[in-house]
């Protein structure tokens, strides 16, 4: 009964690779969000999507593609990847209008 | 743009001690969130307390509280009595509030705090 459940949790890939991450949320939630962690661990938002519509898209390189088939699903796909795209990725999922947002257990990306 | 500081990187303290950790923001909105969340070792992100700027009410979560000082734009986390699971990552974070949905989080640095048996 995982609330916000990622797929898969670690992901080794070569550069030039196209990789994608899934994510899925259970809580009847509207609004969905991918997180990027990196080395250093620091946290920063990537995108949202609300009730499939994007809704917020950061400075993130055109190579990071969301793609939300309904509400309950925000996959997350990246193509060439590079070195310093090696990071957690964290899926995030709330309800529109409300403050809490409940989050995945991360996608660790390493990139070699 | 919003941002959000937290000066100590770690911190380490005893078992039954207090302790608290430090945050600091920066905005030109008056309504908005503050909220503290823990990372363990797990990697899962765990609310741990939420404040709205409104309320002058420090927000208290059993052992977590808060010290909330808006015209500094302060927000501290205090934890008493600690316990070795409240080892982690502490992450201090702001949201505004958004008409339109989608509520963004801009997480602090992150304080790593160690508990000692």
């Known amino acids: 009964d995982t609330a916000v459940s990622q797929t898969p949790k670690y992901l080794v890939t070569q550069m030039g690779n196209d990789k994608s991450i899934k994510c899925e949320q259970n809580?009847?939630?509207?609004?969905m969000y991918w997180y990027k962690q990196d080395s250093k661990k620091f946290l920063k938002i990537m995108f949202s999507?609300?009730?499939?519509?994007?809704?917020i898209n950061e400075t993130v390189p055109n190579r990071f593609s969301p793609k939300s088939p309904d509400k309950a699903h925000l996959n997350l796909h990246i193509n060439s990847l590079e070195l310093g795209d090696s990071a957690v990725y964290f899926c995030?999922?709330?309800?529109?209008?409300?403050?809490?947002?409940?989050f995945g257990q991360g996608t660790r990306l390493t990139v070699v | 743009a919003q941002t959000v500081t937290q000066s100590q990187p770690e911190m380490s303290v005893q078992e039954a001690e207090t302790v608290t950790l430090s945050c600091t923001y920066d905005?030109?909105?008056?309504?908005?969130?503050l909220f503290w969340y823990k990372q363990p070792p797990s990697r899962q992100m765990i609310l741990v307390i939420r404040?709205?700027?409104?309320?002058?009410q420090n927000a208290t979560e059993n052992r977590f509280s808060v010290n909330f000082q808006k015209a500094a734009k302060s927000f501290s986390l205090k934890i008493s009595d600690s316990q070795l699971g409240d080892t982690a990552m502490y992450f201090c974070?702001?949201?505004?509030?958004?008409?339109?949905?989608?509520?963004?989080?801009?997480f602090g640095q992150g304080t790593r705090l160690t508990i000692n048996p």
């Open positions: 995030a999922s709330s309800l529109r209008d409300t403050t809490e947002a409940f």
């Open positions: 809580l009847g939630h509207d609004t």
């Open positions: 999507y609300n009730n499939k519509e994007l809704i």
């Open positions: 905005t030109s909105e008056s309504n908005y969130y």
């Open positions: 404040q709205e700027a409104y309320k002058q």
């Open positions: 974070a702001f949201m505004k509030h958004e008409t339109q949905g989608a509520q963004k989080l801009v």
